[in-house]
């Protein structure tokens, strides 16, 4: 039986980044009551979800590990609290040419070899780390933006590889880690 799973590819930082922008995310929920945020670990979206099927997932890897390894690490610098509209608070993240290369080349793989759908987030691609979303109540959207500037989350990094995440039970979980280079 055909099962379609959800998948997306992102960069998703471990270590001590990770946990302090979880614990952004954990504090926002306590206090404002946001917490859609929290369905996925701390991240820089690639390519946006997409149904695939289940039974074709270690081929999926392969395929992606393959495109993926023609590319190097990338340095990201992650600084500021920006907003897109009242609808999401964000970590901005300042990455040089390479990453937009690398999502470019991305899209039109996945197209090209998957046979997805070329979003129009894929196509206006603006690297980004969400901490608040979807379930912003607009009378705390300031107080929430307040809060999260006043925490001074940054980082520089260098991402060595690339997560396929899948959707289980409503969480995204970290599935796959694929080198870079």
């Known amino acids: 039986m055909k099962v379609m799973q959800k998948y997306f590819l992102a960069m998703v930082p471990e270590g001590e980044f990770q946990e302090r ?3 952004l995310k954990n504090e926002i929920r306590d ?6 945020a929290l369905k996925s670990p701390a991240h820089i979206t690639l390519k946006m979800p997409f149904r695939y099927n289940e039974a074709k997932e270690e081929k999926l890897t392969e395929l992606l590990a393959s495109f993926i390894s023609n590319y190097k690490p990338m340095p990201v610098t992650i600084r500021g609290v920006k907003t897109f509209g009242e ?28 046979n997805l759908v070329d979003e129009l987030s894929d ?11 979807k ?3 607009k009378s705390q959207f300031q107080n929430i933006l307040r809060f ?34």
């Open 135 to 137: 379930d912003l109540k």
């Open 21 to 23: 922008v979880t614990n």
């Open 87 to 114: 609808r999401v608070i964000y970590l901005g993240v300042d990455a040089g040419q390479d990453l937009y290369d690398f999502q470019r080349d991305l899209k039109m793989f996945c197209k090209r070899e998957l």
């Open 123 to 133: 196509r206006n691609y603006h690297p980004h780390m969400t901490i608040a979303f």
């Open 148 to 181: 999260s500037s006043e925490a001074c989350i940054s980082s520089n990094l260098i991402e060595s590889y690339i997560v396929l995440l899948k959707r289980v039970n409503g969480e995204w979980i970290s599935h796959e880690k694929i080198n870079l280079g």
């Open 31 to 36: 206090r404002y009551q946001a917490k859609y």
